[in-house]
């Protein structure tokens, strides 16, 4: 996949885990993501990409795209997969392809700039539950809206 940088893995990742704990309760990966200025990242991303890289299964380089730089991937050997079930790898092809397909990084970025990225500081972890909260929650209105305001205002005052 030659348009297959950074961001989009990182979005292969965010969605697979999220989307994956949206229907089980449970990620593929328990990795722990934080917000970064262009979505979600896991915490140890750059750990996982130098030690790949140290074992030559991984290389990596950075290349102009547009006004930006852009660190690209090329794996030497096929993934070990051992560890993932059958639908698993399901979900996770699935986003690749979609990711791949149906989106530039931009596109995708935006995606998954949802209520619990938006709320985040840089830095903070972005627990899966977050994700819900948007998916479930919907705008306040009538009289909901009127007791927000009420103690919002209250809460000010104090």
């Not at 090329?74 to 997969?81: C, L, Q, S, V």
Request: contains cysteine; negative net charge; charged residues 30%.
């Amino acid at each position: 996949m030659r348009d297959f940088g950074v961001t989009k893995l990182n979005k292969v990742l965010w969605f697979s885990d999220a989307r994956t704990y949206e229907t089980s309760g449970n990620s593929i990966t328990d990795e722990t993501y934080i917000r970064r200025k262009f979505g979600p990242v896991p915490v140890h991303i750059d750990e996982v990409i130098a030690e790949l890289v140290e074992d030559g299964q991984v290389q990596v380089w950075t290349e102009p795209c547009y006004d930006y730089e852009v660190k690209r991937y090329a794996t030497h050997e096929p993934p070990e997969t051992s560890v993932f079930s059958p639908d698993e790898l399901g979900f996770i092809d699935w986003w690749i392809r979609h990711v791949a397909e149906q989106h530039t990084a931009t596109s995708i970025s935006e995606k998954s700039h949802d209520y619990g990225w938006k709320i985040a500081k840089d830095g903070e972890e972005l627990p899966f539950k977050a994700f819900l909260a948007k998916r479930i929650r919907s705008p306040l209105d009538g009289e909901e809206l009127d007791w927000a305001r009420k103690a919002a205002l209250e809460f000010q005052s104090k």
